[in-house]
């Protein structure tokens, strides 16, 4: 009993971490941590607890408005449900995290302040189109929201690196854009296995998953040189090919029913983040 009661309460652990909304701030402070060790800029805390609490603000305020009283749609998913349900809660820890933000936003670098205010007009530009309705379009275009998210994010992340070094910027471009590419297939593997839509035998995840892949490697072949570059650029390939397969078990499950059932949209949607946590296996050799 002891022993299943334990099971339980591991596996609650990661569903947690995305129904709190934890995952996109973990995401944004390590790949930003990764991102200052790889072009040996000095990564400043306060610039690293801004980006975190202030991506959480973002998240979940984006999660209570899609679930607020009068707007809970068939489309919605357990996040939204959940920060519905604990409104009160998430708006009071909400509040007591913003007067810290203030606060740690003093205390940041001045360089690192103003990129990051550049980075938060843009954002709130984006967080009021989407709630207050996109431009409606002719013909069946489709705004790409997931690459609107991938850029912001990337960029993001890219900020206390970009401000505290201004030698490394040249390197720092092209990993953040790879950096971009990569979150872009994890958002838009989110939103296509999220869908009820039956996929096709090989879908454009699994395509854009593998050239993620492919310009990672071929990149790493002109990194040897340079040993943590090198080390980035395997987190971004693992990363990619933890996407692929997930992409192609998704494809095969829908596709091929199978007597054991397939992962449930919660579940993918953990491990499509989980897939980018790869940084993780950096922190033993970077600190030695």
Sequence with gaps: MVAERRRLSLRA??????????????????????????????????????????????????????????????????RHVFHARHRRGLLIAGALTLANLGWLIALMPAAARSEDASLFAVALLYFGAVHLGWPRTPGRFRFPRELAVAVIFACATAVPAWSASTAARVDLVWLVALFAALCWTNCAAIHVWESARTPRRWSHISTMALLVAALAGTLMTAALRHPYVFLVLGAMLASALLLFALDRDFTRARRRPSPHGELSPLALRILADAALLTPLLLLLPWHR
Aim: aromatic fraction near 12%; avoid cysteine; proline fraction near 3%.
């Design 13 to 78: 652990v990661p569903v947690y971490w995305h129904l709190l909304s934890f995952d996109a701030p973990t995401l944004a402070v390590l790949w930003a941590w990764t991102l200052a060790r790889a072009v040996h800029a000095l990564e400043s805390w306060s610039a690293l607890a801004v980006l975190g609490l202030g991506t959480w603000l973002l998240y979940i305020a984006d999660r209570l408005l899609d679930g607020r009283a009068g707007s809970l749609r068939a489309d919605l998913r357990e």
